[in-house]
């Protein structure tokens, strides 16, 4: 070869290794997660509803989110600050950088997916039959969908629809709140109702002389994941994995159980 091609074949292969080099840096410097060790600690979005998030007696921030958050940061070797935020503005605050990740049960949806990205799911949640232990003893899950079988249910929610798409051939009452459509089973003046988990079952803990939660049928099934601005693949490959890695151990369905199918943490909040 000679000096002048060794030249030129030198030169390109320093612009090509510079070219590769360019997506990688780019990459690095936008991530996430090289923010989070930069600064020492990981900001996570979330809005407060039981059980998910709540405050205590105390004003200090409790619940599954909790958990999983302050779990996570440890595992980082990080601090963590978590930023209370309106739900209907959760998504913008993220995509504006004013945290790196929202954990705040966020089901996956492809509508949102348009404007963030989600990770693996950490928890799933469903809607599920409420019903009054006496007058619905014996029954099957046929048994719910008879005409002398009346169900109560908040008038526009997800299981009024639910309701009458499973048990159509049953009465449905409706009210405008999900309370007045408990208490119309607890007072046996309806059958059975609807709600997102965990509300029957802790309603049924509130009241097991009267409520149970009939089968482990799950309706309206959700996946809750970790959201991230878009273009992060280094931050979403490690939150996959960490969920992952906090499947195999146990620990999110130890939290999950904890707060969803327990009521050992409703003294520390106000009625």
Wanted: proline content about 5%; aromatic content about 10%.
């Amino acid at each position: 070869m000679t000096l002048k091609r060794r030249v030129f074949a030198a030169g390109l292969a320093v612009a090509m290794a510079a070219l590769l080099a360019l997506p990688q840096a780019a990459l690095a410097q936008q991530s996430a997660i090289a923010d989070i060790q930069q600064r020492g600690a990981i900001k996570i979005g979330l809005s407060l509803f039981v059980p998910w998030s709540m405050r205590d007696k105390t004003g200090e921030l409790i619940g599954f989110e909790l958990d999983v958050g302050r779990k996570l940061a440890e595992d980082m070797g990080v601090d963590v600050e978590f930023v209370p935020t309106a739900w209907d503005g959760i998504i913008p605050a993220l995509v504006a950088g004013k945290f790196d990740v929202i954990i705040s049960g966020m089901s996956v949806t492809p509508a949102r997916n348009l404007t963030v990205n989600f990770s693996d799911p950490y928890a799933y949640s469903a809607t599920t039959l409420m019903a009054n232990k006496t007058m619905t003893e014996g029954f099957s899950e046929d048994d719910y969908n008879k005409p002398e079988v009346i169900f109560a249910a908040r008038r526009g929610g997800t299981p009024a629809t639910l309701i009458a798409q499973r048990f159509p051939q049953a009465q449905l009452l409706l009210f405008d709140e999900d309370g007045a459509a408990t208490q119309e089973v607890l007072n046996g003046k309806a059958h059975a109702t609807m709600a997102s988990l965990p509300t029957p079952a802790l309603e049924a803990a509130k009241h097991p002389d009267v409520l149970h939660v009939p089968f482990d049928t799950n309706y309206d099934s959700a996946a809750e994941a970790f959201v991230l601005r878009k273009g992060d693949p280094d931050a979403l490959n490690f939150f996959d994995n960490w969920i992952a890695a906090k499947w195999r151990d146990g620990f999110l369905e130890d939290r999950h159980n904890y707060w969803f199918k327990t009521v050992e943490w409703q003294d520390q909040v106000a009625e």
